[in-house]
Structures are given as structure tokens and as C-alpha cells.
């Protein structure tokens, strides 16, 4: 399928989405479809390093923050700016911020650099705690407008709305990164970095490549996150749960294929939520703390990465 | 014949342990030299430091005119020079004929002469594997691959690119009496068409039958350079290989 086909379908499948959403008006439904959805691109993102070209980023946070903080700053200092164009320069500054990560760390090979990416994550959340004018250790808040511009309705319809058109292009550009030129780069890396050199793929610069793309859409990923929060502190900015979550949805659906994030973000994300609202307490007699939703995530990444380490794609494609 | 790979001086360390001691050598466009030696001679050390994946510490290399010390390894594949690992180093998770593809897209594209339209780059692929006798596995994954089929993998990876010059770094090791005859036939032809080959093997049978020139390396120096047949008679040669 040539990527126009595919991006139009991707567009339709939305449209129906949202307009089936707006049409039933089930506010919950937009929280739980943005979370989701904002999962699908911190996974797509966390995957084009760490699935197309093998380099394992456990500082998702970081970039994950800088977009959400990047709006906090813009919030405070340019609240005339749409959220749109808050995204776009929160993306930029976080696809630098990888690019800047990438030129120090990428000399680094297998675990070595998953520890400077952990480090990176640990620096910068020390960094805004003790920033004042993000709020620092005490927090942010940042007071979504009543009304949604443009479509009207709730806010958080808007803000659902924006993460899908932003799943869109995310996926789009996985896909065709897939079985372009740069995929087979991505992946001649992945495979042995030193035969890559010797058939004339540049690995220092695809890397770099890949550190700015996934960096960059990880940090669109966090950008409206104040918005939807309506408050943002470091601690909860910097969960290990964003880290964890974008991780463990490329590994269980499956880190070869723009498929299997999405597959992962539908599967996890949605347990996640159902946990979280559905009467599973009370039918059971018990009470399931918050953070049983990291057990579950946990459990399910190291059944997958025993039981099928190709994710769920890997079971459903053709053994060659 | 115009002198396309010039070395002069190389020389590298391990910490205290000298690998390449001061190696000259001019290889004419066309020639297709042996290059033989003992175990830990620096065979393999002096392909990488032609190729670029290490770098030499004194002298310097010269390819096509053009000085490529500088370059790194990616830079110099692009320029023409191709290799094979010693121990096959295919990508695992791509098919034989992607495996040729990626060195079809990063160099030979990259060169005006070599250039692949898009649509033709199948075809390219099916044609190396074919050459290698890889064809009808073309959609399989390297791990369905014997050693043996790896190395002939490995080979026509090399060949994707394009090269002026190709590197085998031992790509006979463990073949059938058959087969190395199969692979000689095919860098014999390789050669036919303008390839300039250096061959690092240790069946003898196979570098008499394919050198032009032969080049004999003992423990980082290079101990004898000429027509094989001389070289083999060579003192110092025996010397290295039977003891005194």
C-alpha cells in the first residue's frame, strides 16, 4: 500500500472515530481515547530508536517532560499561542534535545547507552524541580480554556482530537520509514553496526537521525499534557510509568512494525483504563491500588519477552 | 595499469603488542593478490585498517588516487572498496536479497556509474544471490543459512556494492573441495570484469590457483612480495610456516 493510501485511510478510520465519539458524547470516552492515544505515540516514538534501529532509551521521561514543559514556559510567557503551535515548537526543542543526546551518547553501544538515557532523565527532572518559573518542586498549574476553539464542546474533545491528528502523522512516518532507504539503514544497524559501516550505510548519522525523529515525537507526545492534566509537577512528569508504558507497548505488540505500538497502546492502555473504572473492585471484594497497573505492564512485557519476543505482530506474520 | 589501493607505512598497535609494522604495498587496478601469513600475522588487522573499521597509527592509504586515512569505513565503501567479514556478519533480521539491498542503496547508489533505478533493484538482488548460488533463498533469514551459505552471503553483500576493489577475508574457510573451486571461479570472474580482488586465505591450493601476486605477512611485517610461485620457495616464507 503506497503511504497517500495509507495515510487516508489512517484519516478516514479517525474521522469515524471522532464524529462516532462527538455523536455518543461520553466525556470519558475522550480521556480515556487521549491517553491512550498518547501512549500510541510515545510508543511509535520510543520505537523508531529503540525497535528500528536497536538503541534502548529508558530517559522517555526526558523527552516525554520537555514537551510538556515546553507548554508549561509557553503557557506562562505566550498564552496567545494555540496549543497546535505549542506542540510543534515543544517537538522541535525535545527533537534537538535527542539530537544533542544523540552526539553524546551514541559512541555508547547496547546497555551503556540505556544507563546515559536513564542519567538524562534523573538531570533534567533535578533541573525543573529547582526551576522557579515552571513551578519547581511545588508544581504548575495550567488552566485548560472551558471551551474547545474551532470544533466547540468540552476541552478534552479537543485535546483528543489533536493527539489523534498527531497519531496520524506519527504513524504515517513510521510506516514509511519502514521500507525506505532510512528503514533499511535503521535496521542494518540494529543488526551489527560494524557490517552497516562496511556496505556504506552512514550509522552516525542515521542514528542521529533516529535519536531527533523519536525524540522529537515523544515530545509532541508530552506537549499537551498540562492541558490535560491542568496541573504538572516534576514528580508526576518524570513517572517511571511513561518510561515503562513506552516500552512495553512496542514489545508487546511488536517492535518490528509501526503496528505493534499501536497494537500495544490499544491492548495496555485500554486494560490500564478499564482497571481504573471498572467495578473489578467491587465484584472481587478487594481494593487494587494505583500502582497495580505497573504489575500488570510489568508482568505482561516479561511474558511477552519470553513467550513471543516478536510481539504480537511476530505471532500473526508468516514465518519465512 | 594505474595503481588504485597504495599503502605506505602502516603501522598499528594493540597497547604494546605491534600488529602492523611499517606495511607498504601498491596494488595495480585489475591484479588480484594473495595475501597469506601465520595466524595473528595481521592479516585481518591490515584489511581493517584498509577498510577503515580501524584506524592505522603511522602512514598512510591511498585509494584511487585519493587519500582516505580520514575517511571513515562507511565513506570508503561508498568510494569502492568492499569486504567480507572473516566470520559472517549478515543483518538477522532482514531477507538474503534485503541484506544486498542495503549496500545497493548506501553505496553503489551513492556513485553515479553504479547507480540502480528503484524499481530495478530486485532483480539486482536475485542476479547477486543467483551468482552465489543464493537465489532460490532470496526471501529466506540468514539464521536458515548454514556457515557455508553464510559466507557465500557475505560475499555477494560485498559484491552488492559495486566495488573497484573487493576484500575476502577468508570467504573459503570450511568450503568443500567443490565449492572452493566454486567460489574461485566466481572471483575469477568478478576479476574478469575490472574487479580488483585480494584474497586473505589459508588453502594454499586455492591461493596458487587464484593469486597473480603473492604477500606474506609474519608477525606485522611484510615478509615477501612477488609471483607465487617464487614467494612459496621463498626462505623466510617456509621459514615462518614449517619452523627452521
Redo the contacts between chains.
Keep these: 500500500m503506497r503511504n497517500a493510501a495509507f495515510a487516508l485511510i489512517l484519516t478516514a478510520v479517525a474521522a469515524v472515530l471522532f464524529i462516532a465519539l462527538r455523536w455518543v458524547n461520553y466525556s470519558y470516552a475522550f480521556v480515556a481515547g487521549y491517553a491512550v492515544l498518547q501512549f500510541l505515540v510515545l510508543g511509535t516514538g520510543w520505537n523508531i530508536l529503540g525497535g528500528y534501529t536497536g538503541y534502548v532509551n529508558f530517559g522517555v521521561t526526558a523527552f516525554f517532560a520537555i514537551g510538556a514543559y515546553t507548554t508549561v514556559v509557553l503557557h506562562k510567557a505566550a498564552p496567545f499561542l494555540p496549543l497546535p503551535v505549542m506542540m510543534l515548537i515543544g517537538g522541535t526543542i525535545a527533537a534537538l534535545a535527542g539530537l544533542g543526546t544523540g552526539y553524546l551518547t551514541l559512541r555508547l553501544r547496547g546497555v551503556f547507552f540505556s544507563i546515559a538515557t536513564l542519567a538524562l532523565a534523573v538531570v533534567l527532572q533535578t533541573l525543573i524541580t529547582n526551576w522557579d518559573f515552571v513551578g519547581g518542586a511545588r508544581g504548575a498549574y495550567v488552566i485548560p480554556p472551558r471551551t474547545a476553539p474551532l470544533i466547540g464542546g468540552d476541552y478534552k474533545q479537543y485535546l483528543f482530537l489533536i493527539m489523534l491528528i498527531t497519531s496520524i502523522v506519527v504513524l504515517v512516518v513510521a510506516r514509511a520509514l519502514e521500507r525506505s532507504t532510512l528503514g533499511y539503514g535503521f535496521a542494518a544497524i540494529r543488526d551489527d553496526e560494524a557490517a552497516a559501516e562496511a556496505t556504506g550505510v552512514p550509522t552516525l548519522r542515521l542514528k542521529l537521525i533516529a535519536t531527533s525523529l523519536s525524540g522529537g515525537f515523544m515530545g509532541l507526545a508530552g506537549a499537551p499534557m498540562p492541558y490535560f492534566m491542568g496541573y504538572l509537577n516534576s514528580t508526576s512528569t518524570f513517572d517511571l510509568n511513561y518510561a515503562v508504558n513506552a516500552l512495553a507497548m512496542p514489545l508487546i505488540g511488536g517492535t518490528s512494525s509501526w503496528a505493534g505500538p499501536v497494537i500495544g497502546a490499544a491492548l495496555v492502555g485500554g486494560l490500564q483504563e478499564w482497571l481504573r473504572v471498572s467495578n473489578l473492585q467491587e465484584w472481587l471484594h478487594i481494593s487494587i491500588p494505583s500502582e497495580a497497573n505497573v504489575l500488570i505492564v510489568g508482568v505482561l512485557m516479561v511474558t511477552f519477552v519470553i513467550a513471543a519476543p516478536q510481539g504480537i505482530v511476530g505471532l500473526f506474520r508468516k514465518k519465512r | 595499469m594505474s595503481t588504485l589501493l597504495e599503502v605506505s607505512g602502516m603501522g598499528k598497535r594493540f597497547g604494546g603488542f605491534v600488529a602492523l609494522d611499517l606495511i607498504d604495498l601498491n596494488l595495480p587496478e585489475g591484479q588480484r593478490l594473495g595475501l597469506i601469513g601465520p595466524n595473528g600475522s595481521g592479516k585481518s588487522t591490515f584489511v581493517n585498517c584498509v577498510?577503515?573499521?580501524l584506524r592505522n597509527e603511522t602512514g598512510q592509504v591511498r585509494f584511487a588516487g585519493q587519500r582516505v586515512d580520514a575517511l571513515?569505513?562507511?565513506?570508503r565503501?561508498?568510494l569502492g572498496m568492499?569486504?567480507s567479514?572473516q566470520l559472517p556478519?549478515?543483518?538477522?533480521?532482514?531477507?538474503l536479497a534485503?541484506n544486498l539491498?542495503?549496500?545497493i542503496?548506501?553505496?553503489a547508489n551513492?556513485r553515479a556509474e553504479s547507480r540502480i533505478a528503484q524499481a530495478a533493484i530486485p532483480a539486482r538482488c536475485q542476479e547477486m544471490l543467483s551468482l552465489v548460488g543464493l537465489a532460490d533463498k532470496a526471501?529466506?533469514?540468514p539464521s536458515?543459512l548454514t556457515q557455508i551459505e553464510m559466507r557465500k552471503l557475505e560475499l555477494a553483500?560485498?559484491m552488492?556494492?559495486s566495488p573497484r576493489l573487493l576484500i575476502a577475508d577468508e570467504s573459503l574457510a570450511g568450503l568443500s573441495h567443490a565449492e572452493v573451486d566454486e567460489i574461485l571461479a566466481l572471483l575469477i570472474r568478478l576479476n574478469e570484469q575490472g574487479i580488483t580482488v585480494i584474497m586473505i586465505e589459508h588453502i594454499m591450493r586455492a591461493v596458487l590457483a587464484f593469486s597473480q601476486r603473492l604477500v606474506v605477512l609474519v608477525a606485522g611485517r611484510k615478509v615477501a612480495d612477488g609471483d607465487p610461485k617464487d614467494v612459496v620457495r621463498d626462505p623466510e616464507v617456509v621459514r615462518a610456516y614449517l619452523g627452521e
Design positions: 577498510c577503515g573499521t571513515s569505513a562507511h565513506e565503501t561508498r568492499a569486504r567479514f556478519r549478515p543483518f538477522a533480521s532482514l531477507s534485503e539491498r542495503v549496500p542503496l548506501y553505496a551513492t526471501e529466506r533469514l536458515d553483500r560485498a552488492a556494492s
